[in-house]
Nanobody
């Protein structure tokens, strides 16, 4: 299984980005019933959870980003999305996607998000 994240970039404060994470080599049922999420890591800081989607499609968000995020998945395309609105300079980080299924954990390579003030 490989995860390919994309959609990052440079955006001004107040702007929006939509991140995508494509899972290759994963069958539909595994993808559908996985717990998946987006994490981020800023320079000098630990990696932190930004948003997650449980196997029953319940969404959870980091408090600092609540109201600005939408997490969703397209099972047919094996793709996880993160829509981020009203971005702030503090959101600058490398964003990683993660998929957990039973004892398996998969990480994508990360996509850089830079928010200018």
């Amino acid at each position: 299984v490989q995860l390919q994240a994309s959609g990052g970039g440079l955006v001004q404060a107040g702007g929006s980005l939509k991140l995508s994470c494509k899972a290759s080599g994963m069958i539909w049922s595994t993808f559908r019933f996985s717990r998946m999420g987006w994490y981020r890591q800023a320079p000098g800081k630990q990696r932190e959870l930004v948003a997650e989607l449980t196997s029953s499609d319940k969404a959870n968000f980091q408090d600092s980003m609540k109201g600005r995020l939408t997490i969703s998945r397209d099972n047919g395309k094996r793709t996880l999305y993160l829509q981020m609105n009203n971005l702030e300079p503090e959101d600058t980080a490398v964003y990683y996607c993660n998929i957990k299924y039973e004892s398996w954990h998969y990480w994508g390579e990360g996509t850089q998000v830079t928010v200018s003030s």
